[in-house]
């Protein structure tokens, strides 16, 4: 009687199997079979699915951002002016979001670029709460570890008072 003996690994699933060839085969048959059909690992799922929001998110018009606004090292400042505290707010996350890829902001992010535009306050969370229970930003994690982004709404309104500062600047 002729013996087999099998070792594979496929990814993180192995198979071992030693014996009679028709009792091997009838195995790694089974095994095969398991494997083809089990459950896909988490990350292995969120590869092979697209997310949602990518596909309905509108494109942003592309805006000159770089004109009203300067980058240095993870500070977004205004070089032009909003009209107001929390239109520079939303700019400065904006900002964040475009020119750095920075989807979180950190509030010293934004109260060192609110400092850099010209706006002395002493602290951003009581800006950014008053944006965020307007609907304009949303706020992720408490005390220390608060970090910021645009909602829908407040994308919106920050691409309109974009425009609306680009227009200022010749």
Same mark, same amino acid.
């Given at each position: 009687?002729?013996?087999q003996?099998?070792?594979?690994?496929?990814g993180?699933?192995?198979?071992?199997?030693?014996?009679?060839?028709?009792?091997?085969?009838?195995?790694f048959?089974?095994w095969?079979?398991?494997?083809?059909?089990?459950?896909?690992?988490? +990350?292995e799922?969120?590869?092979?699915?697209?997310?949602?929001?990518?596909?309905?998110a509108?494109?942003?018009p592309?805006?000159?951002?770089?004109?009203?606004m300067?980058?240095?090292?993870?500070?977004?400042?205004?070089?032009?002016?909003a009209?107001?505290?929390?239109?520079?707010?939303?700019?400065i996350?904006l900002?964040?979001?475009?020119l750095?890829?920075?989807?979180e902001?950190t509030g010293?992010?934004?109260?060192?670029?609110l400092?850099?535009?010209?706006?002395?306050?002493?602290?951003?969370?009581?800006?950014?709460?008053?944006?965020?229970?307007d609907g304009n930003?949303i706020?992720?994690?408490?005390?220390?570890?608060?970090?910021?982004?645009?909602? +829908?709404?407040?994308l919106?309104l920050a691409?309109?008072?974009?425009?609306?500062?680009?227009q200022?600047?010749?």
């Amino acid at each position: 009687m002729e013996t087999q003996k099998l070792k594979i690994k496929v990814g993180e699933h192995e198979f071992e199997a030693a014996g009679p060839i028709d009792v091997v085969q009838a195995q790694f048959a089974a095994w095969k079979e398991l494997i083809v059909n089990a459950p896909l690992k988490a +990350n292995e799922l969120a590869a092979k699915t697209e997310r949602p929001n990518e596909k309905t998110a509108p494109q942003l018009p592309h805006l000159a951002l770089d004109r009203i606004m300067k980058v240095e090292g993870r500070v977004v400042s205004l070089t032009a002016r909003a009209e107001t505290l929390d239109e520079t707010a939303l700019l400065i996350l904006l900002g964040q979001k475009e020119l750095r890829g920075n989807q979180e902001v950190t509030g010293s992010e934004i109260m060192d670029g609110l400092r850099q535009s010209g706006y002395a306050i002493p602290r951003a969370d009581t800006l950014m709460d008053r944006l965020s229970a307007d609907g304009n930003v949303i706020t992720v994690g408490v005390h220390r570890s608060r970090r910021y982004r645009l909602s +829908n709404s407040g994308l919106n309104l920050a691409l309109t008072v974009a425009q609306a500062v680009l227009q200022t600047v010749p």
